[in-house]
């Protein structure tokens, strides 16, 4: 059974998702703890399930440094086998990315590497693109670049607007990182593989 950390800094609906699909005693991962680098409303659907959280406050820190360090030590006390950013909206410092990589993936609402960063649903918009998409990628020291593990298209429809478009991208992103896990667990998926892989859908 593999063991997954969760880490996000908002609504959690794509965690929410995950511990839907870990809850089937057929699906082959547990969630052993979510995290947050905020009072994020999502740890809710972690205590509805009897899931521990932690917090470790971006805004406590003197450095993304020293952030990083602490969010590391309550990462291990988990020990889990693979962490999963779930709309974690802050970049990791290169040691905590080294200390988890490749076990390490984050979602994202673009079909990378179009419109990686913080506003990949916005930024889509702005470009006047006519689809974008979804990916799961594995976290590598850039910005939405490491490897991708999954992707798939999204059409932008006339008339969408940010929510809208971001609303119908998360159902596509939540199916793939269920998948992405489950193929981790069962071993269909190599992540030192992928990590050894230039950015290319496995
Ligand atoms: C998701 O769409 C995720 O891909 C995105 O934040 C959303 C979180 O939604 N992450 C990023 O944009 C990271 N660059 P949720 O909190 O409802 O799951």
Do not use: C
């Amino acid at each position: 059974m593999l063991t997954v950390a969760v880490l996000i800094s908002g609504a959690g609906s794509n965690l929410r998702a995950l511990l839907d699909a870990a809850d089937d005693p057929d699906y082959p991962a547990r969630i052993v703890a979510v995290g947050a680098d905020r009072e994020a409303d999502g740890l809710a659907h972690a205590e509805a399930y009897g899931i521990p959280t932690f917090m470790v406050p971006y805004a406590g820190f003197d450095s993304r440094e020293a952030w990083g360090t602490e969010l590391d030590e309550q990462l291990r006390v988990w020990r889990p086998d693979l962490v999963v950013l779930s709309g974690l909206m802050r970049l990791l410092p290169p040691a905590v990315v080294e200390a988890w990589a490749p076990r390490i993936v984050n979602t994202h609402p673009a079909y990378l590497p179009e419109f990686p960063g913080a506003h990949g649903v916005r930024d889509a918009l702005a470009a006047g693109a006519t689809q974008t998409g979804a990916s799961v990628i594995l976290v590598d020291d850039g910005v939405d670049s490491g490897p991708i593990l999954a992707q798939e298209r999204v059409p932008v429809l006339p008339g969408d607007d940010e929510h809208h478009l971001h609303e119908r991208i998360k159902p596509v992103e939540r199916r793939l990182l269920i998948d992405v896990v489950r193929r981790v667990a069962t071993g269909d998926l190599d992540l030192v593989a992928a990590s050894a892989s230039a950015s290319r859908t496995l």
